[in-house]
């Protein structure tokens, strides 16, 4: 017997399939498609020569750690303890794998907000516990009222994810005080706050959980160096999280990874000691700008983008068609793949909403949207 009978394959691995079996212009899945900063690659080319090849400790490389709170110190005036509250996981995926795993319990419940990245609900499942899905508002932020009547003794966990993919929408500080007013009626419940796209918004600046003291003692943070440094692929991330929600976390850690890559732990501490985080936003915002521009004549309507790197469309003017069948024919039709926003939503919601990944070479977007204003 299956324990996930009602988990499929991934839209995101089911669109990328599909575009490299049309070669199609890739803009589903996100990943960036152009290179990375040679001074990370130079790194990578000294290291693998260099003794950096075995078991790593359990948490983390501890210059890795040391960066890390350094990262945080100096994005946010947040002092974390490296060795006790920082762990460096294989993606935040794993990441967030391992927090649910080790702090949910059988018949707890866990908030998530709709429209939802795909990889909070499985662990949560595994653990017998209950995903409780809320929706966001039409204009993607929380309300908090049905965030609060979702709320009970039951609850262990609220998911939040800032800035929000797939819709770019960022939390505001009301947003946290409204979080926080829920908290203080509920002590048991801790929020895991999934900012993979931190450094990553444009005309408003990230409000990060680690500015919010309140927060501090209940609420685990996740970042992922594959989008910061535009290597998705190494899967790379970490947590930070206090040292009492830390060590159970470790626990599962230990028997899940054991410890993550250890060249490219090390490469990223060596990166860290170089470089700084400022340009990300500059760059993903020209793209934005530069991708919707191209856009502009087409018969797709845009939607607001504050952060991520991914612009949302709304295809009505184009088709009746749901979106899953309207992306398909975009792959097959048109060269262009994209991802369905039903595939967000617990009950397939569908608002003739795609989502584009424009972490992309100019190239690719111009090519890409060629195609999209023919249509
Ligand atoms: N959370 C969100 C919101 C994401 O978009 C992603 C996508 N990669 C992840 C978590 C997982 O990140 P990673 O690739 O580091 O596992
Ligand atoms: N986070 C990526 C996205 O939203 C997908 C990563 C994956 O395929 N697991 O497109």
Same mark, same amino acid.
């Given at each position: 017997?299956s324990?996930?009978?009602?988990?499929?394959?991934?839209?995101?691995?089911i669109?990328s399939?599909m575009a490299?079996e049309h070669?199609a212009?890739? +803009?589903?899945?996100g990943f960036p498609?152009?290179?990375v900063?040679t001074? %990370?690659?130079?790194?990578?080319?000294r290291?693998?020569?260099? /003794?950096?090849?075995?078991y790593?400790?359990?948490? @983390?490389?501890?210059?890795?750690?040391?960066?890390i709170? +350094? %990262?945080?110190?100096?994005?946010?005036?947040?002092i974390?303890?490296p060795?006790?509250e920082?762990?460096?996981?294989?993606?935040?995926?794993?990441?967030?794998?391992?927090t649910?795993?080790? %702090?949910?319990q059988?018949?707890?419940?866990?908030?998530?907000l709709d429209p939802s990245?795909?990889?909070?609900e499985?662990?949560?499942l595994l653990?017998?516990?209950?995903?409780?899905?809320?929706?966001?508002?039409?204009?993607?932020t929380p309300?908090? /009222?049905?965030?609060?009547?979702?709320?009970?003794?039951?609850?262990?966990?609220?998911?939040?994810?800032?800035?929000?993919?797939?819709?770019?929408?960022i939390?505001?500080?009301?947003?946290?005080?409204a979080l926080e007013?829920?908290l203080?009626?509920?002590?048991?419940?801790?929020?895991l706050?999934?900012e993979?796209?931190?450094?990553?918004?444009f005309?408003?600046?990230?409000?990060?959980?680690h500015?919010?003291?309140k927060?501090?003692?209940?609420?685990?943070?996740v970042?992922?160096?594959?989008k910061?440094?535009h290597v998705?692929?190494?899967?790379?991330?970490?947590?930070?999280?206090?040292?009492?929600l830390?060590k159970e976390?470790?626990?599962?850690h230990?028997?899940?990874v054991f410890s993550?890559n250890? +060249?490219?732990?090390?490469?990223?501490s060596?990166y860290l000691?170089v470089v700084?985080v400022?340009?990300i936003?500059k760059?993903?915002?020209?793209?934005?700008?530069y991708?919707?521009?191209?856009?502009?004549?087409?018969?797709?309507?845009l939607?607001?983008?504050e @952060?991520t790197y991914?612009q949302?469309a709304?295809?009505e003017a184009?088709?009746s068609? /749901?979106?899953?069948?309207?992306?398909k024919?975009?792959?097959?039709?048109y060269?262009?793949?994209?991802?369905?926003i039903?595939?967000?939503?617990? /009950?397939?919601?569908?608002?003739?909403?795609?989502?584009?990944?424009f972490?992309k070479d100019?190239?690719?977007l111009?090519?890409?949207?060629?195609?999209?204003?023919?249509?």
């Amino acid at each position: 017997m299956s324990k996930l009978p009602n988990i499929g394959t991934s839209i995101f691995t089911i669109m990328s399939k599909m575009a490299a079996e049309h070669d199609a212009i890739n +803009l589903s899945q996100g990943f960036p498609n152009f290179p990375v900063d040679t001074v %990370l690659t130079d790194i990578v080319a000294r290291l693998a020569k260099e /003794n950096v090849h075995q078991y790593l400790p359990m948490a @983390g490389y501890p210059p890795l750690l040391s960066n890390i709170a +350094l %990262l945080v110190k100096k994005s946010y005036y947040r002092i974390i303890l490296p060795e006790n509250e920082i762990l460096v996981t294989a993606g935040a995926t794993q990441g967030i794998f391992t927090t649910i795993q080790a %702090l949910v319990q059988a018949n707890d419940e866990v908030v998530i907000l709709d429209p939802s990245y795909d990889c909070y609900e499985v662990p949560i499942l595994l653990c017998n516990a209950k995903p409780v899905r809320v929706s966001l508002n039409d204009d993607y932020t929380p309300n908090w /009222n049905t965030i609060e009547n979702a709320c009970s003794a039951k609850t262990r966990m609220i998911i939040i994810n800032n800035p929000h993919n797939p819709t770019g929408k960022i939390l505001t500080q009301s947003d946290f005080e409204a979080l926080e007013s829920i908290l203080d009626k509920y002590p048991d419940i801790i929020v895991l706050s999934d900012e993979v796209y931190e450094y990553i918004t444009f005309e408003e600046k990230h409000i990060s959980a680690h500015t919010r003291s309140k927060l501090f003692n209940r609420c685990v943070m996740v970042s992922s160096f594959g989008k910061s440094f535009h290597v998705t692929g190494w899967k790379i991330g970490y947590l930070v999280a206090p040292e009492h929600l830390m060590k159970e976390i470790k626990k599962v850690h230990q028997f899940m990874v054991f410890s993550v890559n250890s +060249l490219c732990q090390v490469a990223i501490s060596e990166y860290l000691d170089v470089v700084s985080v400022d340009g990300i936003a500059k760059l993903y915002q020209e793209k934005r700008d530069y991708f919707r521009e191209l856009l502009a004549t087409s018969r797709f309507k845009l939607l607001p983008c504050e @952060g991520t790197y991914f612009q949302v469309a709304s295809y009505e003017a184009i088709s009746s068609e /749901n979106d899953i069948d309207f992306c398909k024919k975009l792959i097959t039709e048109y060269g262009v793949a994209a991802i369905p926003i039903s595939t967000f939503y617990e /009950n397939g919601k569908d608002l003739h909403l795609i989502r584009f990944c424009f972490a992309k070479d100019n190239a690719t977007l111009e090519k890409a949207a060629q195609r999209l204003c023919k249509i």
